[in-house]
């Protein structure tokens, strides 16, 4: 029979029939639509059903033939889940067919719990925790209150297989020192929390208003509250409300020790709380991402000091296990690019506001032009040696509206402004570049031109004569 195969090849064979089924399931959300000029009732397409849906569904048959199966269908089903707030009022029709939609849909509001799906999951996990036991990653998306962090503890505390969580950065607030201890800590297990996200959005002023929503239980002071087991930390966006700063990062670093850290989209955290992440993880610390939001999204952070005088060049190359690397500095030089041994590896992205120790004024300072150069020099050199070691290793240096490619010794940007200035003898053969004001991810407003791509050399020769400056 089949039950008697080794579980792993029972695993696999149920996880085809599961997505076998998934095949066979709707998988888009329907609504009706009567604002067509024939006022004739339509399907409208909404969306995708969500991911844990579909597993849950696929595995509908599995779970009821015997105690095995049920069991890893509830595994299977139940390993990431996805709780979000509700939006909006519609009402969905319950068939996939409108011929059974008797009449016209009815112009009536119907008030749907927003947080319906999560005080579900509460009552859920909380009569069958075994089921809770099955979730390996969780994210709770839209939940920022005070009353919906205490529902999101309630549902993690009885998690104790999870790995991976994504949270409202107001958990950070609102949770307490027992919250905040039971998730981080070592299971009896012996399991812990590896990765966690902290996800920030801005609120309408009439949520900031409230006084509930101002306190701030501070976690993070108690020793209790240890970040040690944690491999992974992500920060992400910018919020109006208690945003997550320097001083929480300084406090997280008294305890972690991560292996990635990722900061992006922020307006709350300088250099100061990524150095003291940094210096906590130094010998563990594997991929490092500093991508702080800026209002019109390519200018470079303020070259905020760390306090202490530190060179963060060496700071960062003396990451002895780092690999993965993208992050904003206020200023750069040689040192960033100087140790050979590195283990830097694939695409390396350093954008920066200018040269350690030089004026700021790259393009009237011959001095600190040449040490700019130097810069892109002593990279070729770092890209050079990285290929002798088999490693492929690709350098993008973004500095003010210029994209620098070290290894192929071309410069991207809009050059529009110093074809006027030249009555166009200037540049002489552009060429076409994908590159935008954040890489490859194509522009960013709608006032942007299309970025060209022309030599260093020829670079070089409009700085001198003012066709475009730094």
């Known amino acids: 029979m089949i039950s008697r195969l080794p579980y792993e090849l029972l695993s696999s064979i149920l996880e085809e029939a599961a997505y076998s089924n998934a095949q066979e399931i709707q998988q888009y959300t329907y609504g009706v639509d009567t604002t067509s000029t024939n006022s004739k009732v339509q399907r409208v397409l909404r969306g995708h059903v969500a991911n844990d849906s579909l597993r849950w569904l696929s ?15 509830c595994q299977y089903a139940l390993r990431d889940l996805y709780i979000r707030r509700w939006r909006g009022s519609e009402r969905w029709t319950q068939s996939r067919k409108l011929d059974s939609v008797q009449g016209y849909p009815s112009k009536d509001v119907y008030y749907r719990d927003p947080f319906c799906s999560l005080r579900k999951t509460v009552a859920l996990f909380a009569n069958h925790p075994s089921l809770a036991s099955s979730v390996r990653r969780i994210f709770f998306d839209g939940f920022y209150g005070v009353e919906t962090a205490a529902m999101i503890f309630q549902v993690l505390k009885h998690c104790n297989e999870l790995d991976s969580v994504a949270l409202p950065w ?103 709380g990524l150095v003291a992440m940094g210096r906590a993880s130094d010998t563990t610390l594997r991929v490092l991402e500093h991508s702080p939001l800026s209002d019109d999204g390519f200018e470079h952070p303020n070259a905020s000091s760390t306090g202490d ?18 992050v904003s500095l206020p200023t750069i030089c040689c040192d960033l690019f100087s140790e050979p041994s590195v283990r830097w590896i694939g695409d390396v992205q350093i954008r920066t506001a200018g040269v350690c120790g030089q004026s700021n004024d790259l393009g009237r300072s011959g001095v600190t032009r040449q040490a700019f150069f130097d810069i892109l020099s002593q990279a070729r050199t770092l890209i050079q040696a990285q290929q002798r070691r088999d490693i492929e290793l690709k350098i993008e240096i973004f500095i003010n509206h210029f994209i620098f490619e070290p290894s192929k ?40 031109r299309a970025y060209q791509c022309i030599s260093e050399e020829e670079f070089l020769e409009g700085l001198q004569k003012g066709y475009i400056s730094f």
Not at 414 to 440: A, H, N, R, T
């Open 170 to 272: 107001t958990t950070l607030r609102y949770g307490s020192e027992d919250d905040w201890s039971s998730l981080l800590r070592r299971r009896d297990n012996g399991t812990a929390l590896l990765s966690l996200e902290l996800l920030a959005v801005d609120l309408k002023q009439s949520q900031i208003r409230d006084h509930a929503r101002q306190m701030d239980k501070r976690p993070l002071d108690s020793s209790r509250v240890d970040f040690g087991h944690l491999r992974r930390m992500k920060l992400s966006g910018s919020s109006n409300l208690m945003p997550i700063n320097d001083n929480d990062l300084i406090t997280i670093s008294q305890t972690a020790h991560l292996q990635e850290l990722h900061i992006t989209g922020t307006t709350s955290i300088t250099t100061k």
């Open 59 to 73: 595995t509908d048959a599995i779970r009821q033939v015997n105690t095995q199966w049920h069991d890893w269908a």
């Open 409 to 448: 010794r071309l410069v991207h940007a809009d050059l529009s402004v110093g074809e006027i200035l030249s009555d166009g003898s200037w540049p002489v053969m552009p060429l076409p570049s994908s590159k935008g004001p954040y890489g490859q991810t194509g522009q960013y407003g709608k006032d942007e």
């Open 309 to 326: 005088g530190s060179h963060l060049c060496n700071e960062i190359v003396q990451c002895p296990h780092l690999r993965d690397l993208a």
